[in-house]
């Protein structure tokens, strides 16, 4: 059973940064891609970045130049940098695991293509 916990985030102003990490339990096989996604109310849940097996990362425009997508395979963790925050970042992230085990192209934004889901952290942004 792969089990995904989120850590981080909080509270800060715009301008400023945060960080969210992502362990994962489980001992997951194979060479899954990963992925931080977020969901604001009101509004559909964003992919935010990925990254697959090959450390390639792709980035939401909305995202890109300011967060920063990292994986370590060593401690199965995933670590979102996020920088330059501004008010409309503030969302409940998630970390998600890709159901590619063999996920070597572009690692994909798509929630249809994740299967295992951390329960969220919550990032405000205020101005």
């Known amino acids: 059973q792969v089990d995904l916990v989120e850590s981080g985030g909080g509270s800060e102003q715009s301008g400023r940064s945060l960080s969210l990490s992502c362990s994962v339990s489980g001992n997951p096989k194979g060479d899954y891609c990963m992925a931080w996604f977020r969901q604001a109310p009101g509004k559909e849940r964003e992919g935010v970045a990925s990254i697959n097996a090959l450390d390639f990362k792709l980035y939401a425009d909305s995202v890109k130049g300011r967060f920063f997508i990292s994986r370590d395979n060593t401690k199965n963790t995933l670590t979102l940098r996020m920088t330059g925050l501004q008010v409309d970042d503030t969302a409940m992230y998630f970390c998600?695991?890709?159901?590619?085990?063999?996920?070597?192209?572009?690692?994909?934004?798509?929630?249809?293509?994740?299967?295992?889901w951390g329960r969220g952290r919550q990032v405000t942004v205020s101005s």
């Open positions: 998600a695991k890709s159901k590619s085990v063999r996920c070597y192209g572009n690692p994909p934004l798509l929630g249809g293509e994740y299967s295992d």
